[in-house]
């Protein structure tokens, strides 16, 4: 433990033992921010792992854009499918911290900075997101004016001006700045206690970020409104965005794929994986990064009950689409079925299953695993790897389809599978999220220092009786 | 000698817990000693004995035994009635899943019902030494002991504050 | 968030047991009035068993009416018991105490409601035994259970059997208070639903184990139940618009949805009706207005999935199912009732703290939300089928008769009856869990203020 402070330690006899960790209030901040000016050799291991498969991403993405161009879709299928996942693992994770603030749950007081630090990945998200734009098909065949195939179906049905292109980015970006507003203003409070004691550029930096911070009962009563605004209005434009993005880049480039279930699919497939990453994040701080002290089970415990909810809503969404299309058997819906799912992406489809349903529902209802911190974050990689296959499969298959503009899938395509450059930029895409979590996590301390010392306010075990239990109190 | 119960009534878990405490200095085995409320106190707040039980096999046991009917029920009428509806296979597995899986949620709750019932060790036919002021808000302290024990029980109860004490 | 005063238990027994131990004089002639509305509801039925549904607005294409739109709409209704005291004990949210039972109990008679509606509109009731049940050995004809209208039985008979069990097993405590509080018969017949309770800590234990357990095996019931309900329409590939791949989670959140809203109306009427000011206080009634605004806004989202993934397709007829809808005189007018009432004058009245404490306009914003859920399921369904669809050489207007009104304005009068009667032999607030509330109390003085604080086991 690279820490000194003394934690008290909650719950201690059986399946309560480590439940809850009570922080020194005095020394919280202290300690926080020397964790975050430290550098220890595991965190320098993980940066250059991180940066050699962002370079490696690198390198696969000039090739596929210097070889094949942007004229069609096909090639970047791989590319879209990385995209995605990283759109919807790290777009939705903000959302877990504002999600728990609104129901003032306490556990969730060490994840909020864990989740709010993914923002800066959305910035970054924007940037990925250009080359995507490029390779879109246009909405207006070119090849077919005047005919029943003028247009592919689309969100935009009468074609507004800039569609799909300008609308897609001013989406991404108007996200991004919801989400880096959601963690400037949270941080702002961490950020002008660290004033004093940092030094170099993060001292310029935090006098900038939040120079105007002095903590009176009106900023904090503005900054906790401020934050409860942006968390509803980030929610809303999360949905908006991820239902924009799967309906444009996967469901409307397989003709007669319709399908109004895949988006609210995509939006609970994005709040499983997202809160999976924010629990393998906790993991390795508790386990590698000195942060027991903060992260008792607790938040595990309580993540891994959403999670196996989340799992579960996942797979009905899957099912709801899956039985309307089975049962209607009109021609074009079984060929979409056979696409995507039964024949030539079968085996991805299946290891899909496994990993993003039967894993984690099979781990999370053992009352143990589920009491365990490795427990929920095992069942969390393993909701991480089924989406990752699930976009692979949808956008492999999306992006290959022939012609997008016919009214139906008349045939079953043929798989697509990935060459080198693909493997490279699906590398590469972990390799950067990876690698801008980690400088932002030197920037930003992991452990939102104010709520944690809010935290300690409100929990505290005391006995009723002759038992010991754990109070929570709820201010409002 | 017969082993026969003996209550004590409380009126607040505090000296139902003293009580308990005195019990056990007492020589009262923990197995012996009930403790009687009208809402659900923490595990271990007087004190008492851990309660271990095996309810959570019950839905697992009931989830199989209904999983296996649903796919009974619905294989075993369609291959005897095979009328072949909407072009859909006999054995359509997508809507066998549906019946199946109301089957298996039917199955397992039941049983779990079925565990709660004997878990909680009713009904209890024989009426038990009880006293109806248990369900306003008095703390019963119920011990099972040997009749030459009950002088001592009736001294840890009269030194804990017991507002009342009965036996059958 | 505590607020009203503090009690004891024997004030507690003595409130909550009120509904039961005394009559009020509004009891009886409230329930003879409902009894004659029932009455008259028979005597229709009665009479279009015997003369055929004929006397209905039925006919071809629309085949699926007022009874079938009622029938979703109580389901829907149902949905509150589950979502309520399911969800909110597993995510073990203080201020679902009062209201779970409830709310279970409004499950149970508004599913038995909603399964005579079918049962009503075959027209030959009886029938539907040998379509539903395995059991004509003789004939050795069996249910089809590649069809919808049979996974829908299955699903109802689960959750109601469940949700009785559910009701029944919290019930015990309970039935053990009233056992210590009466005398003569009413003593013996509690002393045996109590079976023998006596409230020793393996009994608590296995009861809390139980709330814990049978909430969360109940919660995947209750999700397949309007799912399944939803594919009675979204299987039929036939009708253009119902043939949507969201249609389960719409129906499941439009449920809760209404069904909430129908809770915190009903527990807005118990604490009227029997002076339960101490127990259904305004913070409940504020904090199911605060969820409700959640559940309204998922299910508008919902909504808008499924009318602009109605258009995306572009096919010709899923399109004059929408303009149906849309521009037609009178389902026009009920589609901006509907989407009025169910969404948006609630939802302006639920942002307001003050408005949520309010219990006049809450009562408003709930029928509002009920009101607009029924014109909903009437909207998917007579719009649909009113169409001109392939094979059908027949298309009229639908215009429900009087016998179909009747029938439908006598659910409400059956579930206010049923939920009335069942308050006048079991309680309607759970004594125990309210009582376990008030143990578990406690505060934590931070500077100058006292904050309300609970102790907590995990």
Avoid at chain 1, 424 to 437: D, E, K, N, R, S
Avoid at chain 2, 5 to 29: E, K, T
């Amino acid at each position: 433990m690279a820490s000194s402070a003394e934690h008290h330690q909650g719950g201690g006899h059986g399946q309560h033992a480590g439940m809850w960790v009570f922080p020194r209030r005095e020394e919280v901040t202290s300690d926080v921010s020397g964790k975050t000016f430290a550098m220890p050799s595991v965190y320098k291991l993980a940066l250059g792992i991180a940066a050699v498969l962002a370079a490696l991403g690198v390198v696969g993405f000039a090739i596929r854009a210097s070889s094949d161009g942007f004229g069609s879709p096909g090639p970047w299928g791989y590319y879209a499918a990385i995209f995605s996942f990283v759109f919807m693992v790290t777009g939705a994770a903000p959302l877990v911290a504002c999600a728990f603030r609104f129901t003032k749950s306490h556990w969730r007081r060490p994840l909020s900075r864990v989740s709010e630090l993914f923002a800066i990945v959305g910035v970054v998200n924007i940037v990925l997101f250009i080359p995507l734009l490029l390779a879109m098909p246009p909405i207006k065949n070119p090849d077919a004016q005047g005919t029943d195939l003028e247009v592919r179906r689309t969100l935009w049905f009468e074609v507004p001006i800039g569609a799909p292109y300008t609308w897609d980015l001013l989406c991404f970006v108007g996200l991004a700045l919801c989400s880096v507003a959601i963690l400037w203003l949270s941080a702002t409070p961490d950020m002008a206690q660290a004033r004093a004691t940092a030094t170099g550029f993060r001292r310029g930096l935090y006098t900038a970020l939040a120079g105007w911070w002095y903590g009176t009962k009106r900023q904090w009563n503005h900054q906790k409104a401020g934050l409860a605004l942006l968390g509803a209005f980030y929610f809303m434009l999360i949905i908006f965005v991820q239902f924009i993005f799967i309906t444009e880049f996967a469901m409307s480039m397989v003709p007669f794929w319709k399908d109004s279930v895949l988006p609210p699919m995509y939006t609970v497939m994005s709040f499983q994986t997202s809160l999976g990453l924010i629990l393998i994040v906790l993991f390795i701080m508790r386990k590698w990064g000195g942060y027991e002290g903060y992260l008792g089970k607790a938040p595990f415990w309580s993540a891994s009950k959403i999670l196996l909810g989340l799992t579960l809503l996942w797979t009905y969404h899957l099912f709801a689409f899956f039985i309307t299309y089975w049962y209607g058997r009109l021609e074009v819906e079984q060929n979409i079925l056979k696409y995507l799912f039964t024949q030539p992406y079968l085996p991805l489809f299946l290891a899909n299953m496994l990993f993003s349903f039967l894993v984690p529902f099979l781990m999370l209802i053992w009352n143990p695993l589920r009491r365990s911190a490795w427990g929920p974050s095992l069942a969390g990689l393993s909701a991480l790897v089924g989406a990752l296959l699930f976009n692979l499969r949808t956008f492999a298959a999306a992006f290959n389809t022939g012609n997008h503009y016919e009214f139906a899938l008349s045939h079953v395509p043929a798989a697509v599978l990935p060459d080198i450059w693909d493997i490279f930029m699906v590398l590469g895409g972990l390799g950067i999220v990876a690698l801008v979590y980690l400088v932002s996590a030197k920037v930003f301390p992991l452990i939102s220092i104010w709520e944690v010392k809010e935290g300690t306010l409100y929990q505290k075990m005391d006995t009723f009786v002759r038992g010991e239990y754990l109070v929570l109190a709820k201010p409002e | 000698m017969a082993r026969r119960p003996i209550l004590g009534l409380f009126d607040n878990a505090n000296s139902a817990a003293d009580a308990g405490d005195g019990l056990r200095r007492a020589g009262i085995p923990e197995t012996d000693v009930d403790f009687l409320t009208d809402t659900p106190y923490p595990e271990g707040a007087f004190g008492e004995r851990e309660e271990p039980h095996k309810l959570y096999i019950f839905p697992f046991i009931g989830a199989l035994l209904g999983l296996t009917s649903g796919i009974l029920l619905t294989s075993m009428t369609q291959v005897a009635y095979p009328l072949v509806t909407g072009g859909k296979p006999i054995l359509s597995i997508p809507p066998m899943a549906v019946v199946c899986y109301e089957g298996t949620m039917l199955g397992a709750i039941l049983f779990t019902v079925l565990g709660i019932v004997f878990e909680s060790r009713l009904p209890k036919l024989k009426a038990g030494l009880y006293d109806n002021r248990i369900t306003e808000g008095y703390i019963g302290v119920l011990v099972n002991t040997e009749e030459t024990q009950h002088g001592e029980v009736e001294g840890v109860f009269g030194q804990t504050g017991a507002v009342d004490v009965k036996k059958q | 968030m505590q607020e009203g005063r503090v009690l004891s238990t024997r004030e507690m027994n003595r409130d909550l047991l009120r509904s039961i131990l005394d009559t009020p004089r509004w009891f009886w002639p409230v329930v003879t009035v409902l009894g004659l509305v029932l009455l008259i509801a028979a005597i229709a039925i009665g009479i279009m068993v015997n003369r055929g549904l004929g006397v209905t607005g039925l006919n071809r294409p629309v085949a699926w009416g007022f009874f079938i739109t009622n029938f979703v709409f109580w389901i829907g209704i149902s949905h509150a018991g589950v979502m309520l005291s399911a969800i909110l004990r597993l995510a073990k949210a203080e201020w679902r105490r009062p209201a779970t039972r409830a709310a279970e109990v409004l499950t149970l008679f508004s599913l038995m409601t909603a399964m005579i509606m079918p049962i009503v509109h075959t027209g030959r009731p009886w029938r539907i035994l040998y379509w539903v049940f395995p059991y004509d050995f003789a004939r050795g004809i069996w249910p089809n259970i590649r069809t919808p209208l049979v996974w829908d039985p299955s699903a109802i008979l689960t959750y109601l059997t469940s949700s009785t069990l559910f009701v029944i097993i919290a019930l015990i405590p309970d039935f053990a208070v009233l056992r210590d509080h009466t005398t003569g018969i009413a003593h013996r017949v509690y002393s045996v639903l109590a079976m023998g309770w006596e409230g020793n800590a393996r009994q608590w234990k296995l009861q809390i184990v139980a709330g814990v357990l049978l909430s969360a095996l109940i919660l995947p019931v209750f999700v397949s139940v309007h799912s399944i309900v939803s594919w009675d329409f979204g299987m039929a590939a036939s009708v253009k618009s119902w043939h949507s791949t969201v249609f389960a989670p719409y129906f499941v959140v439009g449920a809760v949805h209404s069904g909430v809203s129908a809770v915190a109306f009903a527990l807005i009427l118990l604490r009227w009706c029997y002076g339960w000011q101490d127990y259904i206080r305004h913070e409940h009634i504020d904090a199911l207005g605060r969820l409700l605004i959640v559940v309204a806004t998922g299910w508008f989202y919902f909504l808008v999935m499924e009318i602009l993934f109605g258009m995306y397709g572009r096919e010709p007829d899923e399109l004059m199912v929408r303009q149906t809808q849309f521009t037609y005189w009178p389902y026009n007018a009920w589609f901006i009732v509907f989407v009025i009432t169910t969404y948006f004058i609630p939802v302006i009245l639920w942002l307001s703290r003050a408005w949520r404490r309010n219990l006049w306009i809450m009562s408003i914003a709930c029928i509002s939300v009920n009101i607009g859920m029924w014109l909903e399921r009437f909207l998917i369904i007579v719009p649909g089928l009113i169409n001109k669809q392939l094979f059908t050489f027949v298309w009229a207007d639908y215009r429900p008769s009087i016998f179909e009104i009747i029938i439908v304005a006598a659910t409400f009068a059956l579930v206010t009856m049923l939920m009335l009667l069942f308050s006048r032999v079991f309680p309607l607030v759970p004594l125990y869990d309210v009582k376990e509330g008030d143990v578990l109390k406690t505060q934590v003085q931070i500077g100058r203020r006292t904050v309300p604080a609970t102790f907590r086991e995990d």
